[in-house]
């Protein structure tokens, strides 16, 4: 199971009021308690002295479902539903609008669904345009609420982490890292969009935006939704300003990492906290331990193909789309915010995430395949090698810290832990961004459009 | 085997247990509890549905305060946005001719959420300086005096919605509740001529 | 030889210039295999010396002078590499080569069934007995079975001392190659010709058997992947080009040359072209001090170390009991005591017995005195367990002292009708309980009092022991004293636990207990019996004077024979682990400017609005290089140029301190992090400016 929930579909025409909850809650319940069910198997292996077996997948899912993703859904469904998100089995509703005309209004067991896609990083929206629509996220509240519920399971995680490897302050220090570049992430899009669109006539960025929620939660939940691999969106992405959509695009990029997935999450910054312990860990002059354990040949392989088998993805499949008729036959805008489109796409696509820069067209059948293809390989192109990472690790023996160990529970370790993130996923997708949102922000400034 | 068969039990019960008994808790409760919300929040008067509080419907009509720009236009079937971005040509044209059609109505600068469509298509909502501007040309549509026009800008102060619990989201006016009360102060306009603007 | 390689320079004339014929000799495809990092930056200089060539034979010259710049920095790179590798293996060469012109062949004087025969070195097998005799060349290692000898073993260990080398006991081992310069020996050949010592310490200095170490290869993996990202985010690159020149109707400087100028400007090259400069030269510098390491990954595995096991003595006391103090009887004068002690003393030729000596002289102003020619000397005996003296008195009439353990003089005086005062008893418990032995002094049968005798902690090495822990090693001090004694050695010394009563069955055990709970073990040693804790330690260092057995059976031996070496030879293999993070580290920020210097070169063309000749993405050159041409080419060179001037750390390593391991990374962290990345946009931009002030751009 993905958890992607690429939404080509709008939910209110092409879906019944059955298949919505038995198909996609059933489906978002699953693949987040799938993500909390691999970390434990991580943390286990971890913690494993020299054992093997990684624990019950089944008791892991189960109990995740029964006793964290259930009862939070529940409550956050009954909050939202007080806010005016539809709950309920009816018919769509016909309405005679005041001047005469009429509007067919979509009704459903909305409310339930929405809050598991939010709080399980799924993000696959009840209507099609997500939590823009009034019916999905109705007041400033509801929109507050749901963006809250992007954060709080993925970032509780971390936590549980820390405290399931015994290490508590690890847990806090890898929870900082994230927090420190989200919020880099979110200064960088709100100062963005508070500027106005010279090419536009000198307009703010409210193209794609609901008026009760305004720019700046709407530039916040562009930043939460792609660092924590959820993708429901309550802004059109398309139309952010150049460096907020870079914000968005680069946050998926990194992989599940700021946050990340239910789950996910956690073992997307444990691969990188490994590459960081290696590099770093060997200029303090012993072979690199990552919480006791020894990171050897096997970890390190595990690890780069985990980090860098998405990036892949990403870059080659972006790449062919900009040049094959399929591929650009799907976009909606010329000059680089079409080449931000595809590289939009598959970046989602590969890592989890299911937002869209929606203008470009991926319901054809060639994106289809190849934001499939690229799903499939971001999904479980990292469980693999984190699941054999854990089963590495768990076989290992057990070295006990010294002072003379990399200490991975200090503000040291946070910085360069941030700086293996960011410099890894700069590196590696640079010349295309450059290409993409940063050649547009300096088209945008120079008021030229395409 | 055994691993299997218990697996596929375990997905069975999880999905009779999230794909049906949890909508259907959450149904009874809202159905119990907040009954007009779950229900879409509608709007219903003289046996008829007019429509949903949340949801921003079309008004050509110079009588109306108009909302924003909708890519559907107001329809729901599907909800939809432009998708433009920050460099787009045809966004710019877009602004260029919907700043055309509103220059004879609307004096002076014309604020941005007129001239930019929302993500949903269904935004109820424009800016309250969005709303002030437009009462001159509902004013001389509905060919109000100087008298009718002062009640008809005290009314659209009284429907700027302030931020939730003064903390959540932007002031805004609910167009659909203001046209309601419009309508109810000072008469409905006649239909013809409706969504030809 | 070692000793003066200690002082060999590290561009020593002749190393160099044998390293830059090596450094061509090693374009060979065979040898540039191994390094798939180099590899990628040889395929493209070979890629681009086509192209020219191509463009020369038919004469389309487009770019032509930009495109043999880049060709030729290439091949600069890749020479660079070779040259780092060369330079690192080249000191060990010049000392393989001292020591093969000592392995010519020798004539071995056999003994079978009682005769001598004269054969060669090389024909001899294990369990050969062979006679040398002063003058001769022994012919291969062994262990002296009979006799004893001194030997000249100046050619391994430069060590111009001869060493004594005798049957029986800790100092049989013998190596094929050093010459015995007294006396005659029987030897026990242990090697078979061809894996002797030397042979394999020739093997080890000249790299002929180095291979990847455990962190050698995880880092190449890293480094490989590394690579392969780069070459995939160039190669896709093609299409984002491809699109964005469509899309805006201009050209990108995105030629081959360029494409391949970013992709060997990106690969970690800095790092992959030392990676084995820093492994060899791990091992040289072990050498330089003296250490033999027998493979590459137990250099790796002294940095990992967190538990060391020493030997008491000769490591952490100076060997010997010394007396340290006198506690006389009371009625009794310190000043009689001391002369009866040293009295006792004078003819004992035992350690003991001369610090005994030494202590009345020092502190009690007694001088050593000739003694009378009647005196009787009373030698130390296991049955008695006394020593002493019979002499003449003043008065004529023999003055009887003896000096030995509380219990024997004990019976002693009783013996003599004398009593030996409760008091005193007392007093040797107390000494005996602080960890020194007590000596009880009587005369005649009088006891006049104690000669407190103490093992006496060297100098500095309580310093030592602090700066271990710093480092985060736990020492345990083996001793064969009882638990009292032990504890309190191991208080004054620092050490942080001790085994007492220790057997080569317990020192092996506890090293088993220590491995189990994962922690790495190191341990120094000589006699035969620390054969099995050696080869069980995951660092063991046999001292070269030690058995052969030993020296088997630990991985490295310290030609020295200092114990206290094991703390260098942790630094050096902790230098060595650093100096591979600091360079991977280096490397990897140094791509950031580069990006800033070749992407602007390539993209500036883009989306010119009409009649502009810069598109929007000139912003991003933020070093103001002066054109496309000269900015990737100041990269590439920078790029080459990098390798050169980090030979000499490579080589040397990076600096250690015994500080902290969050110390040692924020320093290396400013250094070769924040280096890394500021550096680069330095040097390019200066690079760019000599380019366009020489014209070659």
């Not at chain 1, 993000?123 to 345009?129: E, H, K, R, W, Y």
């Given at each position: 199971m993905t958890n992607t929930n690429w939404q080509a579909y709008p939910g209110e025409t092409t879906l019944s009021d059955l298949t919505q909850p038995l198909g996609l809650n059933v489906q978002n319940f699953l693949s987040a308690a799938t993500g909390i069910a691999v970390m434990a198997a991580l943390a286990r292996g971890i913690t494993g002295?020299?054992?093997?077996g990684l624990g019950n997948f089944w008791v892991d899912l189960v109990c995740s479902i029964l006793y964290i993703l259930l009862p939070i859904s529940i409550i956050v469904a009954v909050i939202l539903v007080s806010q005016g998100v539809v709950q309920n089995f009816s018919h769509y509703i016909d309405a005679k609008t005041l001047e005469g005309g009429s509007q067919i209004l979509p009704m459903g067991p909305a409310a339930s669904q929405v809050a598991i896609k939010q709080l399980g990083t799924n993000?696959?929206?009840?209507?099609?345009?997500n939590s823009a629509h009034p019916f999905e996220n109705p007041t400033p509240f509801s929109n507050f609420i749901e963006y809250l519920s992007i954060l709080i399971i993925p970032s509780a995680l971390v936590y549980s982490f820390g405290i399931l490897v015994n290490r508590r302050l690890h847990g806090i220090m890898l929870l900082s890292a994230m927090f420190i570049i989200l919020f880099a992430g979110i200064g960088i899009s709100l100062w963005s969009e508070f500027h106005v669109n010279p090419a536009i006539g000198?307009?703010?960025?409210?193209?794609?935006?609901e008026v009760r929620f305004g720019i700046f939660p709407s530039a916040l939940w562009s930043v939460l939704t792609t660092a924590a691999s959820n993708?429901?969106?309550?802004?059109m992405h398309d139309s952010l300003s150049p460096l907020a959509g870079l914000v968005a695009i680069f946050n998926m990029m990194l992989g599940e990492?700021?946050?990340?997935?239910?789950?996910s999450g956690v073992y997307g910054i444990v691969l990188f906290a490994i590459l960081t312990v290696f590099i770093a860990g060997l200029m303090v002059g012993r072979t690199p331990e990552y919480l006791g354990k020894k990171i050897e040949t096997r970890d390190v392989f595990f690890a780069v193909i985990g980090v860098l088998l998405p990036c892949a993805v990403v870059l080659i499949l972006s790449s062919i789309s900009l040049v094959v008729p399929g591929g650009l036959a799907?976009?909606?805008?010329?000059?680089p915010h079409g080449l931000s489109q595809v590289l939009y796409a598959f970046t989602s696509a590969a890592n989890n995430n299911?937002?869209?820069?929606?203008?470009?067209?991926?319901?054809?059948p060639y994106f289809t395949i190849l934001t499939s293809i690229a799903m499939l390989l971001g999904r479980f192109g990292v469980i693999i090698p984190v699941l054999a990472l854990s089963d590495s690790l768990g076989r290992k023996k057990y070295t006990p810290p010294s002072t003379g160990t990399f200490p991975t529970e200090s503000s040291l370790f946070v910085i360069l832990l941030i700086s293996v993130i960011v410099i890894v996923g700069a590196l590696t997708f640079f010349p295309a961004l450059t290409l993409g949102p940063i050649i547009e922000h300096f088209l945008m400034i120079g008021g030229r459009t395409l | 085997m055994r691993n299997l068969k218990s697996g596929i039990l375990i997905f069975l019960i999880m999905a009779v247990l999230t794909g049906v008994v949890y909508p259907l808790v959450i149904t009874v409760i809202s159905q119990t509890a907040f009954p007009d919300k779950a229900n879409g929040s509608l709007l219903s008067g003289d046996g008829e549905i007019h429509g949903s509080i949340l949801a921003g419907q079309k008004f050509t009509l110079p009588e109306y305060f108009w909302p924003r720009p909708s890519i559907s236009e107001y329809?729901?079937?599907?909800s939809g946005a432009s998708?433009?971005?920050?460099?787009?040509e045809a966004l710019r044209q877009a602004v260029e001719d919907r700043s055309r059609e509103l220059t004879p109505y609307i004096s002076g600068q014309i604020p941005a959420d007129l001239l930019l469509a929302s993500?949903?298509?269904?935004?109820p909502h424009i800016s309250p300086d969005a709303a002030l501007v437009q009462i001159d040309h509902v004013a001389q549509a509905r060919n109000l005096s100087a008298e009718q026009k002062a009640h008809l800008r005290e009314l659209v102060n009284q429907y700027i919605e302030q931020p939730q619990w003064g903390v959540f989201g932007a002031p805004r006016v609910n167009v659909l509740r203001l046209n309601l009360a419009v309508d109810d102060t000072f008469g409905k306009p006649p239909l013809e001529g409706a969504n030809q603007h | 030889m070692t000793t003066q390689n200690k002082k060999t320079?590290?561009?020593d004339p002749q190393i160099v210039r044998r390293a830059i014929s090596d450094s061509f000799r090693k374009l060979d495809p065979r040898i540039q295999v191994k390094n798939p990092v180099m590899l990628v930056v040889f395929i493209c200089a070979i890629i681009l010396t086509i192209v020219v060539i191509v463009e020369i034979a038919g004469s389309q010259y487009s770019d032509f002078k930009f495109n043999i710049q880049i060709m030729l920095w290439l091949w600069f790179t890749v020479l660079f590499a070779n040259f780092a590798e060369a330079i690192a293996e080249g000191r060990g060469k010049a000392q393989a080569d001292t020591l093969r012109a000592m392995r010519k062949d020798t004539v071995a004087r056999r003994i079978r069934n009682g005769q001598e025969e004269k054969v060669s070195a090389s024909d001899l097998a294990i369990g050969d007995l062979v006679l040398c005799e002063?003058?001769?060349?022994?012919?291969g290692d062994g262990d002296v079975v009979e006799g004893i000898a001194s030997v000249d073993e100046s050619a391994i260990t430069g060590e111009s001392a001869p060493v004594i080398r005798e049957s029986?006991?800790?100092?049989?081992a013998v190596t094929g190659g050093t010459r015995v310069i007294s006396d005659r020996i029987t030897i026990g050949i242990t090697a078979t010709p061809g894996q002797s010592f030397l042979d394999r310490m020739i093997s080890m200095v000249e790299g002929a058997k180095r291979q990847q170490t455990p962190n050698e290869r995880a880092l190449s993996v890293l480094l490989l992947s590394l690579t392969a990202i780069f070459l995939l985010a160039v190669g896709t690159l093609k299409g984002f080009t491809t699109y964005s020149e469509n899309a805006s109707g201009n050209q990108s400087f995105a030629s081959l040359t360029v494409l391949i100028s970013l992709v060997v400007c990106l690969i970690p090259t800095t790092i992959g072209g030392l990676l084995s400069a820093i492994g060899i030269s791990g091992m040289d510098r072990m050498l330089r001090k003296n250490v033999l390491a027998m493979s590459g990954k137990a250099v790796e595995a002294a940095g990992d170390i967190d538990v060391m096991l020493l030997d008491?003595?000769?490591?952490?006391?100076?060997?010997n009991r010394m007396a340290t103090s006198l506690i006389p009887v009371w009625g009794t004068s310190i000043d009689r005591l001391a002369d009866a002690a040293q009295l006792a003393s004078l003819?004992?030729?035992?350690p003991e017995g001369r610090s005994i000596v030494v202590l009345a002289k020092d502190k009690y102003g007694l001088r050593g005195r000739d003694l009378p020619s009647q005196t009787r000397f009373i030698p130390f005996s296991a049955r008695t367990r006394i020593s002493g003296v019979d002499l003449p008195g003043r008065d004529g009439t023999m003055r009887t002292i003896r000096k030995g353990a509380i219990e024997s003089i004990w019976n002693h005086v009783r013996s003599n009708g004398g009593l030996f005062p409760l008091e005193l008893n007392v007093t040797a418990h107390d000494v005996a309980r602080s960890g020194a032995t007590p000596l009880a002094v009587a005369e005649g049968s009088e006891v006049l009092g104690l000669i407190v005798l103490k093992d006496v902690v060297k100098g500095g090495i309580r310093e030592r022991f602090a700066e271990l822990r710093r480092m985060g090693i736990k020492t345990i001090m083996i001793t064969g004293d009882n638990p009292l004694t032990a504890a309190s050695i191991a208080a004054e010394a620092g050490v942080d636990d001790f085994i007492a009563e220790a057997t080569p069955e317990t020192k092996l055990q506890r090293i088993r207990d220590e491995q189990s709970e994962g922690h790495l073990v190191a341990m120094i040693g000589d006699g035969t019996n620390d054969a099995p804790a050696l080869a069980q330690s995951d660092v063991g260092v046999a001292m070269n004077t030690g058995t052969q057995a030993a020296r088997e059976a630990g991985?490295?031996?310290?030609l020295d024979s200092n114990p206290t070496k094991l703390i260098e030879v942790v630094e050096t293999g902790k230098q060595l682990l650093m100096t591979r993070g600091a360079l991977t580290t280096f490397s990897i920020a140094n791509d950031v400017s580069k990006y800033f210097a070749i992407l602007p070169a390539m993209f500036?063309?883009?989306?010119?609005?009409?009649?502009?000749?810069?598109?929007?993405?000139?912003?991003?050159n933020v070093m103001g290089l002066h054109s496309p041409q000269s900015a990737v080419l100041s990269a590439v060179i920078f790029n080459a140029l990098i390798i050169v001037a980090l030979i000499p750390l490579a080589l040397k390593g990076v600096k250690y301190r015994p500080l902290g391991a969050s110390v040692i990374l924020s320093r290396n962290l400013a250094l070769f992090g924040l280096g890394g990345l500021i550096i680069p946009f330095v040097g390019i931009k200066l690079i760019d400016l000599l380019l366009v002030n020489f014209k070659l751009i």
């Open positions: 002295r020299q054992s093997s993000g696959g929206g009840f209507f099609g345009v000198g307009l703010p960025f409210m193209e794609g935006k993708g429901s969106v309550n802004a990492v700021v946050f990340g997935g239910v789950g799907g976009l909606s805008n010329k000059g299911g937002s869209a820069f929606a203008g470009l067209n991926a319901s054809t | 329809n729901a079937l599907p998708n433009q971005g920050p460099t787009s993500g949903s298509g269904l935004d | 320079n590290l561009f002063a003058g001769d060349i022994i012919p029986g006991g800790d100092r049989s008491k003595t000769g490591t952490i006391t100076l060997g003819p004992d030729e035992t991985n490295m031996v310290d500036s063309g883009l989306y010119a609005s009409a009649g502009g000749q810069l598109g929007p993405l000139a912003a991003l």
